[in-house]
C-alpha cells in the first residue's frame, strides 16, 4: 500500500508538472503571437475585411450564378465590378462634397459657439415655462462648450488636407481589399474543400455543416447590421432635410457609421445632428430633431433590426433580443457586438442536434420494430410447410406408389 500511494502521488506530481509546462508553451505561444500581430497589425486587418467582405457579398455571387446561369468567377467580376464603380463614384462626388462642408463647419463653429449660451438659456427658459424643473447650465456649462466648438472647428479647417490625403490612402486600401475578398469569393469553394480533405469521413459531414452554421450566421449578421445602419443613416438624412437644418452628409454618414456599435452607436448617433440644430435652428426645431431621431431610433432598434436579424440568421426575434443582452451582459461592448453571430451559430447547432437525435430515435424505433418482427415469426408454428407437403403427397400419381 505504501508502494501504491507513492506511486499515485508521483504520477499526479507528473501531471501537475505536465500541465505547467503546457500552460508556459501556451503562454509563449500566445506572446509571439501576439508580437507577429503588432508588426502585421495593417496586413492582419485588411485580410480580416476582406474575409468580411466575401461573407456579406457571397451570396449575392450564388445569387447571380444560379439566375444568369453564369460561372462562379464572372458573376463574382460582375458584382465586384459593380461594388467598385459605385464606390469610386462615390469617392468622386461624395468626397469633395464633404471636405467642403467639413471645412464650412470648421469655420462657422466659432460664429456657432458664441450662440450655445443663448441657445441652451431659450432652451432653459422654455422648460421652466413647461414646469421642468432641470438645471441645464449645471450640466453643460456653456463656456466650457463655446471654447471646445472654437478649438474643434480651427483643427478641421487646419486638418482638411490631411483629411483628404487620408482619404485617398484609405481608398488604395479599399482597392486591395476588393482584390483579396474576390479572390475569397472565387476561390471559397476550393480552399473549403481543400481544409475538408483533411477531415475523416465519418466527422466530415458534421464539420460541413458547422461550417455552413457560422457562414450563414456570420454573414447574415453582417448583412442585417449594414442594411440597418443604411436604413438608420437615410432616415437622420430625412430628419435633417425635414428640419431643415445644414451639413445632412456629414451628419447622416457619421449616424449611419457609429449605428454599427451596440450600446453606444446610438447615443453617439444623435450627437452631430443634435448639435448642428442646437447651433443654428430656433429651440422648436431642436425638439422635432430630437423627437424624430428618437422615433427613428425606437423603429430602427424595436422593429426594423430584430426583423432583419432574424430573416438573415433565421432565428425569431426575441432571439435576436436575448442574445444582444447576455453578449452584452456576459462580455460587454464585445459580447454585445458579437453576441448575436454566436447565438445564431448556437441555434443553427442546437436543431442540428435535435434533428440528429430525432432521427437517431426514429431509426432506432424502427429497428426495434423490425427485431420484434422477426422474433415473432420466428416463434410462429411452421404450418405452411405441413400442408406443402400434403399437396405435394396429393398429387403424386398412382403409378408414382
Known sequence: MPVQSAVVERNQFVRVLILLLIAAVALHLVGVVWTVGRSFGDLIVMFFLAWLLAFILTPLVHVIADAA?????????????????????????????????????????????????????????????????????????????????????????????????????????VVLVL????????????????????????????????????????????????????????????????????????????????????????????????????????????????????????????????????DSLGMHPLLVFAALLVGGRVAGLTGAIFGVPVAGVIWALFRHAIGQSRYGQMAAERRQASEAIARAERSRPDTGRGMRLWRRLGRRRPSDA
Open 69 to 173: 446561369r453564369l460561372p462562379r468567377a464572372l458573376a463574382a467580376a460582375l458584382v465586384y465590378v459593380s461594388l467598385f464603380v459605385a464606390l469610386l463614384t462615390g469617392l468622386v462626388l461624395l468626397v469633395p462634397l464633404l471636405v467642403t462642408q467639413l471645412i464650412e463647419l470648421g469655420r462657422a463653429l466659432p460664429a456657432y459657439a458664441e450662440r450655445v449660451p443663448r441657445v441652451l438659456a431659450e432652451i432653459q427658459t422654455d422648460l421652466s415655462a413647461r414646469n421642468i424643473d432641470v438645471d441645464i447650465t449645471a450640466v453643460y456649462r456653456p463656456q466650457e462648450i463655446s471654447n471646445a466648438l472654437a478649438g474643434l472647428g480651427a483643427a478641421a479647417v487646419q486638418n482638411a488636407v490631411g483629411i483628404l490625403t487620408s482619404v485617398f490612402g484609405a481608398a488604395f486600401a
Open 179 to 310: 482584390v483579396l475578398s474576390f479572390y475569397m469569393v472565387v476561390d471559397g469553394e476550393h480552399i473549403e474543400r481543400t481544409f475538408l480533405a483533411f477531415i475523416p469521413d465519418e466527422r466530415r459531414s458534421e464539420v460541413d455543416f458547422f461550417i455552413d452554421s457560422v457562414n450563414r450566421s456570420f454573414g447574415g449578421f453582417l448583412r442585417g447590421t449594414v442594411i440597418q445602419a443604411v436604413i438608420y443613416g437615410t432616415g437622420t438624412a430625412v430628419v435633417m432635410l425635414i428640419a431643415g437644418i445644414d451639413y445632412v452628409l456629414i451628419s447622416s454618414i457619421f449616424a449611419g457609421i457609429v449605428m454599427i456599435v451596440p450600446v453606444f452607436g446610438p447615443f453617439l448617433a444623435i450627437i452631430p445632428p443634435v448639435a448642428v440644430a442646437i447651433i443654428s435652428a430656433p429651440v422648436g426645431t431642436v425638439l422635432v430633431v430630437v423627437a424624430g431621431l428618437l422615433i427613428l431610433q425606437q423603429i430602427t432598434f424595436n422593429v426594423i433590426a430584430p426583423k432583419v436579424m432574424s
